[in-house]
């Protein structure tokens, strides 16, 4: 039986799907490497990754050469530059249909607001695809020269803020809010991401500190989200009384 050959995007897509699982495997310590889980990434690592999945899904599957690895990226920098877009990509809106699911679930049973943000944006903060996505993503960026970052991550973040400032409009209409005067939309997307971040840190070396209760049973990472929407709006019925 003749194979059909690979597509140029089909290998590209698995190149770079095997290489973003070689750098979350070496941040979650599963893998040796240095404390950078991008430095170091090599092609021949990527390919025994690669060749080991496609093994795994097709015994009679062709392995994959360094060769089709150089006819798409010439250099190793080339190669990790790629690798370093995936990241931010995946990274950009991590679970957003499961928060549009969320918020849409959290309207129609009529939470008060306050529930509905902390439903929406610190879902039970488990350590799932999506965080250790967001962990490297803060990694790389906390490591990476500030200028080739920047433009890196640039698609990514207008991606992020039009995404999570549509489910925010949603929220603040539902709770009959609005931004005060001297705050943007975006400034409330990137307060709670700062929150979301620094809470995703904290959890690194103190697993508990994010998510513990308060009486109302809501975690701190809920209760710090919910005070930053408190503090960038204002009720709009309270104005007009």
Same mark, same amino acid.
């Given at each position: 039986?003749?194979?059909?050959?690979? =597509?140029?995007?089909?290998?590209?897509?698995?190149?770079?799907?095997?290489? =973003?699982?070689?750098?979350?495997?070496?941040?979650?310590?599963?893998?040796?490497?240095?404390?950078?889980?991008?430095?170091?990434?090599? /092609?021949?690592?990527?390919?025994?990754?690669?060749?080991?999945?496609?093994?795994?899904?097709?015994?009679?599957?062709?392995?994959?050469?360094?060769?089709?690895?150089?006819?798409? *990226?010439?250099?190793?920098?080339?190669?990790?530059?790629?690798?370093?877009?995936?990241?931010?990509?995946?990274?950009?809106?991590?679970?957003?249909?499961?928060?549009?699911?969320?918020?849409?679930?959290?309207?129609?049973?009529?939470?008060? *607001?306050?529930?509905?943000?902390?439903?929406?944006?610190?879902?039970?903060?488990?350590?799932?695809?999506?965080?250790?996505?967001?962990?490297?993503?803060?990694?790389?960026?906390?490591?990476?020269?500030?200028?080739?970052?920047?433009?890196? =991550?640039?698609?990514?973040?207008?991606?992020?803020?039009?995404? %999570?400032?549509?489910?925010?409009?949603?929220?603040?209409?539902?709770?009959?809010? #609005?931004?005060?005067?001297?705050?943007?939309?975006?400034?409330?997307? *990137?307060?709670?991401?700062?929150?979301?971040?620094?809470?995703?840190? #904290?959890?690194?070396?103190?697993?508990?500190?994010?998510?513990?209760?308060?009486?109302?049973g809501r975690t701190a990472v809920q209760s710090a989200?919910?005070?930053?929407?408190?503090?960038? %709006?204002?009720? /709009?019925?309270?104005?007009?009384?």
């Amino acid at each position: 039986m003749t194979r059909k050959r690979r =597509t140029r995007e089909e290998t590209r897509r698995l190149l770079l799907d095997a290489a =973003t699982r070689v750098v979350r495997a070496r941040f979650q310590g599963d893998l040796e490497g240095s404390t950078n889980p991008l430095a170091g990434v090599r /092609i021949t690592e990527t390919l025994d990754e690669v060749n080991r999945m496609l093994l795994m899904s097709d015994p009679a599957a062709t392995p994959m050469t360094t060769g089709a690895v150089y006819n798409i *990226w010439p250099t190793q920098e080339e190669f990790q530059d790629a690798i370093l877009d995936r990241i931010f990509t995946d990274a950009a809106v991590p679970g957003i249909n499961e928060v549009r699911s969320v918020l849409r679930e959290s309207i129609e049973q009529g939470l008060d *607001w306050r529930d509905v943000v902390a439903r929406c944006f610190a879902l039970d903060f488990e350590i799932s695809f999506q965080e250790q996505t967001m962990f490297v993503m803060i990694g790389v960026t906390a490591l990476g020269s500030s200028d080739r970052i920047a433009a890196q =991550t640039a698609p990514a973040d207008d991606n992020y803020l039009v995404e %999570t400032a549509d489910v925010l409009q949603q929220v603040l209409e539902y709770a009959d809010r #609005r931004l005060v005067d001297d705050r943007s939309i975006d400034d409330l997307v *990137w307060a709670i991401e700062a929150a979301e971040s620094g809470y995703l840190l #904290r959890r690194r070396t103190m697993p508990d500190v994010p998510l513990r209760t308060n009486a109302s049973g809501r975690t701190a990472v809920q209760s710090a989200i919910v005070a930053i929407v408190e503090a960038f %709006t204002v009720q /709009i019925d309270a104005e007009q009384n």
